[in-house]
Antibody, heavy 123, light 112 residues
């Protein structure tokens, strides 16, 4: 069974860049779409971006100017960079795998999630 | 403010039936995009509950069901149990201004 684990700094200063990595174990990163999703404390879920194992990407229009998603197939990892952060970017950040069945994958359906990592933006 | 609108909270007694609505628009649910539902227990990551409007992944009890009509969708839970107390999120796809994933604001289910 695939497992996802987020890692990265838990505290980032305002105006700096948030960087997170998701390590995939128990399965290959190849053949799937992978997403970052966040959840501010006490609030709902917000999708950030996805990347296909081939490298194609899609971003939330509201965050697109500040976000980069990338992957490293050799390390079975994918990453998130969010620039110019503010307190509004404080959230639990989840990485997730898109559901694939019968050789086709959903662009927006997540069947495996990491446990999430809290990132606080504060000076 | 979420693109998909859910009631902030619903409640029901054990054994009862509750429904959670998810209202969208012509650029998401009304455009034909499927709706999926997730259950999030306190302190945990979301878990896929219903996909493609009315399908349950393996292991999800048949007490959970989904439906979709027009620009809205609903999640129904019958035979309510204490363990169902959680936050529930609907999710779909939106074509405006460019195709992207959207979530509802979440609904807190309280089992009385």
């Amino acid at each position: 069974q695939v497992q996802l684990q987020e890692s990265g700094p838990g505290l980032v200063k305002p105006s700096e860049t948030l960087s997170l990595t998701c390590t995939v174990s128990g399965g290959s990163i190849s053949g799937y779409y992978w997403s970052w999703i966040r959840q501010p404390p006490g609030k709902g879920l917000e999708w950030i971006a996805f990347i296909y194992y081939s490298g194609s990407t899609n971003y939330n229009p509201s965050l697109k100017s500040r976000v980069t998603i990338s992957l490293d197939t050799s390390e079975n990892q994918f990453s998130l960079r969010l620039t110019s952060v503010t307190a509004a970017d404080t959230a639990v950040y989840y990485c997730a795998r898109h559901r694939c069945t019968g050789g086709s994958c959903y662009l927006g359906l997540f069947d495996s999630w990491g446990q999430g990592t809290l990132v606080t933006v504060s000076s | 403010q979420s693109v998909l609108t859910q009631p902030p909270s619903v409640s029901g007694a054990p054994g009862q039936r509750v429904t959670i609505s998810c209202t969208g628009s012509s650029s998401n649910i009304g455009a034909g995009y499927d709706v999926h539902w997730y259950q999030q227990l306190p302190g945990s990551a979301p878990k896929l509950l219903i996909y493609d409007n009315n399908n349950r992944p393996s292991g999800v009890p048949d007490r959970f069901s989904g439906s979709k009509s027009g620009t809205s969708a609903s999640l129904a839970i019958t035979g309510l149990q204490a363990e169902d107390e959680a936050e529930y999120y609907c999710q779909s796809y939106d074509s405006s201004p460019s195709p992207h994933v959207v979530f509802g604001g979440g609904t807190k289910l309280t089992v009385l």
